[in-house]
């Protein structure tokens, strides 16, 4: 469980969070849905601990990571993984470079056996000596996800890491995420402002405007929602 507590958070003296509470239940992949500017990044941020909020707080798995405006746990302590937009590969390194770097500098054991157990379950086995620049789009994206979830987090945050797909390769990986919960047994939260693909991975979509929630519930429930800026957002944007 990810709880936050009546959050508020600002750039600038430019407030984008104001008094936000929600939950993010263990084990349940949830999409925050919304345009730019609605706090959605913010929020994975915020819980990621690379934001600190104004006021309010933040706990996971009933610890609390931050209150506020004060760094209870650092980011590296929250067990947890994020997917940037831009993926933030390392050019210089080779896919099972990229992937064994957290390992190595954990000092783990059996890195190798690891990192190839990991390119083997996204089907990237063959690429493992290629850089980043030599595979597709989707490739890259396994790649940044591997290179997350190698790691073991309890948590994996994902800012809208689909934004440059064309739709054939949005499809196909869609499906690794989806499945990302049950075989690694962890919590993810996806940050899209593409309805269809929240409605394609998500046990729970959260609708935001301007920080704060206009709907909260299952795909079925968006879907049939009377709220006027859903339906909106859900029509034209």
């Not at 407030?15 to 929600?22: A, E, K, P, S, Y």
């Not at 746990?73 to 992937?99: E, K, S």
């Not at 869609?174 to 047994?185: G, T, V, Y």
Request: proline content about 3%; hydrophobic content about 40%.
């Amino acid at each position: 469980m990810i709880k936050l507590e009546n959050i508020t958070h600002a750039y600038d003296e430019k407030i984008v969070i104001r008094g936000l509470t929600m939950d993010f239940e263990a084990r349940k992949p949830t999409c925050l849905l919304g345009s730019s500017g609605s706090g959605k990044t913010t929020i994975l941020r915020l819980i990621a601990g690379l934001e600190t909020p104004k006021e309010g707080r933040i706990s996971i798995s009933g610890k609390t990571v931050t209150q506020n405006n004060s760094i209870v746990v650092p980011p590296h302590q929250r067990h947890l993984g994020f997917i940037f937009q831009d993926l933030a590969l390392w050019p210089h390194f080779t896919v099972y470079r990229n992937i064994a770097f957290g390992l190595a500098e954990r000092k783990e054991k059996n890195v190798k056996d690891t990192v190839f157990d990991m390119l083997d379950f996204f089907g990237l086995k063959e690429y493992a000596d290629k850089y980043p620049h030599q595979l597709s789009g989707g490739q890259q994206q396994l790649v940044a996800i591997s290179r997350a979830l190698v790691l073991k987090p309890e948590i994996l945050l994902m800012d809208e890491p689909l934004a440059n797909l064309d739709v054939k390769l949005k499809r196909k990986t869609l499906e690794h995420i989806k499945n990302l919960n049950r075989h690694f047994d962890l919590t993810v939260i996806y940050v899209t402002h593409d309805h269809r693909e929240a409605f394609a991975i998500a046990d729970r979509v959260v609708v935001l405007n301007e920080g704060k929630i206009e709907e909260s519930g299952t795909v079925e429930q968006i879907k049939s929602s009377e709220n006027k800026f859903v339906n909106y957002f859900l029509e034209y944007e």
